[in-house]
T-cell receptor
Framework: KQEVTQIPAALSVPEGENLVLNCSFTDSAIYNLQWFRQDPGKGLTSLLLIQSSQREQTSGRLNASLDKSSGRSTLYIAASQPGDSATYLCAVRPDTGRRALTFGSGTRLQVQP | DGGITQSPKYLFRKEGQNVTLSCEQNLNHDAMYWYRQDPGQGLRLIYYSQIVNDFQKGDIAEGYSVSREKKESFPLTVTSAQKNPTAFYLC???????????FGNGTRLTVT
């Protein structure tokens, strides 16, 4: 059974810092991996989707990398801003069988002004 | 404006009552999903549907039921058999496996 782990559970940084969020998964047979953002009391917003054949994806100040063989992904946020404060979740989709996403429990990020 | 609408935002029920959560999408997506989120935890899959009139159980389907009579609608019923129904419920949809998952803003259900 796929397990997705995100470390750290919470992170507080001063504004302007570059930071890295980590995601690891136990089964490398994945179809793709997605990173989401969740604001308090809201639904999830998709940030980046990386196909299993890709190494990274970029969107603005966000860069997500994928090392499928080692079961790891990172989300890099450049020049963090207070508006980046939210919970970030990663999720993996298996490449066989039931193709529903399995989610990590998230990293809660606080960017201090 | 395309998106997923979940209603109501907050729902309060007495123990022993069934309750139905609404999920409507106008994105023309085939696949729809229901997830449950508890504090400090990731999302857990309740039910999903790849196509109209077809749905499958997720990891925690006991005490829940769904229907998919229309492409745009995927209501979730929380029955009295669900032992711990108080949670945040999220509905999602997607074009397919290569596409991002889109979420509604959730329904917070409190059962007392």
């Amino acid at each position: 059974k796929q397990e997705v782990t995100q470390i750290p559970a919470a992170l507080s940084v001063p504004e302007g810092e570059n930071l890295v969020l980590n995601c690891s998964f136990t089964d490398s047979a994945i179809y793709n991996l997605q990173w989401f953002r969740q604001d308090p009391g809201k639904g999830l917003t998709s940030l980046l989707l990386i196909q299993s054949s890709q190494r990274e994806q970029t969107s603005g100040r966000l860069n997500a990398s994928l090392d499928k063989s080692s079961g790891r992904s990172t989300l890099y946020i450049a020049a963090s801003q207070p508006g980046d404060s939210a919970t970030y979740l990663c999720a993996v989709r298996p490449d066989t069988g039931r193709r529903a996403l399995t989610f990590g429990s998230g990293t809660r990020l606080q960017v201090q002004p | 404006d395309g998106g997923i609408t979940q209603s109501p935002k907050y729902l309060f029920r007495k123990e022993g009552q069934n309750v139905t959560l609404s999920c409507e999408q106008n994105l023309n997506h085939d696949a729809m999903y229901w997830y449950r989120q508890d504090p400090g935890q990731g999302l857990r899959l309740i039910y999903y549907s790849q196509i109209v009139n077809d749905f499958q159980k997720g990891d925690i389907a006991e005490g829940y039921s769904v229907s998919r009579e229309k492409k745009e609608s995927f209501p979730l019923t929380v029955t009295s058999a669900q032992k711990n129904p108080t949670a945040f419920y999220l509905c999602a949809s997607t074009w397919g496996y290569n596409s991002p998952l889109h979420f509604g803003n959730g329904t917070r259900l409190t059962v007392t």
